[in-house]
């Protein structure tokens, strides 16, 4: 009875040791140096200045959604934008470093478990003859053949006291958030590219149309010139400026094959396919059928574009380094164990009586470094500094391209009513001064200048009609395309 007494006195003191050790650990594994993360503020304006003539969505309105070109209704575009994702390297690129980054946070939780190592080995050695004393039964001078068979395990485990694991865990965190974000930012730049070229290559089939209904109508006047010529009514000179206009203008309407063609071949690199086997049929864009965008208040936009989430996540992550860098001021604590077996005969290798172990710890502290830590903390808060900065400006320029593509919208609609107005005009002049030419009362000249006016109004309005389109796709980008920051892993 007074024996068990005894061990149970005993176990009760190494029980309130142990306890002792792991309060004290967990004490002071609560300690995380370096500042705790707070979102940096920037300038919001209340209400997008350029908001003229647009509706604010209300909350109960269907804000944009995340296949953003299907408001175009155009089925063209949604089958190239539904192959974007899976085809475009670009795209491909930035998912390939989010998962880098993402496998960057599991190494720094590996800071968190000890290290355990093992090295087995088994050696048989012989020692020389001339070190010992030992005689052979021919008297001679004989070594010793020996065998050592071990099986040792290694445990090393670096208490993270100050932090410096939680902290470094944190920032891995905030760089794959970022990451992320900057993925979901190149998905809506390629998008927004591939709807910008692909409206811009039906401009350019109406651009191609009207120059060839334009050559059509010249070369009728280049005839009606020449029979005028043939009768004596007109000069040749007259001939010659109709044929230059009618040359002219067909050149403009090859000219439009080059620019097409490299369109066309941008298309193709944006959904992963070879140039030479992409080809997009004939099809002008005649009018501009903008969609009705959502625009919401300019607070919503800090949560809506991946570009601003991705510069918040790195002011988190430039944050956490700080305490990374200032956990080097203080003492590291390693425990260490080691055990295994060791004999020297396999049979008895793996016995009780072979065990072998030991334990122990080690603390470590920097006394002098030539000022390293100090450069490297004041590197970390230059880096924070520097990030902050960044969001900001970030912040300002995605404001800006709002406000930038609002009042393009807004302005282009009323050129085009205007633009509208002039082709009209234009194409009653060149009926008017043809038929004064026809009737001897007008000059060709006459007739060249009006025809001269109703091509260049009517490009310029098919210009108009590609720049309200991108002017679109370029709202609904600076907008966000449907993105949420709620969309970022945790």
């Known amino acids: 009875m007074c024996y068990l007494k005894l061990v149970s006195k005993s176990l009760i003191r190494r029980c309130k040791s142990i306890l002792l050790v792991t309060g004290a650990i967990a004490l002071l594994s609560s300690c995380t140096v370096g500042p705790d993360y707070v979102k940096p503020t920037a300038e919001v304006p209340v209400a997008f200045k350029e908001m003229n003539g647009w509706t604010m969505a209300q909350p109960k309105d269907n804000l944009i959604k995340g296949a953003w070109w299907e408001m175009f209704n155009d089925m063209q575009l949604n089958s190239l934008e539904g192959q974007v994702d899976a085809a475009n390297q670009n795209i491909a690129v930035a998912e390939a470093q989010f998962r880098q980054a993402r496998a960057q946070v599991a190494a720094a939780r590996a800071g968190y478990f000890p290290t355990v190592t093992v090295n087995p080995s088994a050696t048989r050695s012989r020692s020389s003859a001339n070190l010992g004393r030992g005689v052979s039964a021919s008297g001679l001078a004989s070594g010793t053949t020996s065998n050592n068979f071990i099986l040792p395990a290694d445990a090393s485990w670096e208490l993270d006291l100050w932090g410096k694991v939680r902290r470094s865990v944190e920032a891995g965190k ?128 800090l949560e809506r574009r991946p570009d601003i989430a991705a510069a918040e996540r790195l002011v988190a992550a430039a944050n956490a380094q700080i305490g990374v860098a200032e956990a080097a001021f203080y003492p590291s604590i390693t425990l260490s164990a080691s055990g295994g077996f060791q004999a020297s005969s396999m049979s008895n290798w793996l016995t009780w009586p072979s065990r072998f172990w030991s334990v122990g710890t080690a603390i470590s502290e920097t006394v002098f470094d030539g000022g390293l830590r100090s450069a490297l903390t004041d590197q970390a808060r230059a880096a924070y500094d520097a990030t902050v900065a960044s969001y900001r400006q970030t912040v300002l320029t995605g404001f800006q391209e709002v406000e930038d593509n609002l009042a393009a919208l807004r302005i282009l609609e009323e050129e085009a009513k205007v633009e509208a107005e002039a082709v009209n005009a234009a194409q009653q002049s060149v009926i008017f001064t043809t038929n004064q030419y026809k009737a001897g009362t007008a000059s060709s000249l006459d007739v060249i200048v009006t025809q001269n006016a109703e091509l260049s109004n009517k490009r310029t309005e098919i210009t108009i009609i590609g720049n309200r389109m991108t002017a679109s796709v370029l709202l609904i980008k600076a907008l966000g395309g449907g993105w949420d920051v709620s969309a970022l892993p945790h």
């Open 174 to 301: 905030a760089s794959a958030q970022a990451s992320a974000a900057d993925l979901e930012s190149t998905r809506l730049i390629i998008h927004a590219e591939l709807a910008q070229d692909y409206f811009q290559l039906r401009v350019l089939d109406a651009q191609k149309q009207v120059l060839d209904a334009t050559v059509v109508n010249y070369a009728h006047f280049l005839e009606v010139t020449k029979n005028r010529y043939a009768s004596g009514v007109a000069s040749r000179a007259e001939v010659l400026q109709a044929e230059t206009q009618f040359k002219t203008t067909q050149a403009q309407a090859i000219d439009i094959g080059v620019q097409r063609a490299q369109m066309e071949h941008a298309i193709a690199v944006l959904i992963g396919k070879p140039a030479s086997v992409f080809s997009i049929s004939f099809s002008p864009l005649s009018t501009a059928i903008t969609p009705a965008i959502p625009v919401a208040l300019p607070s919503k936009l």
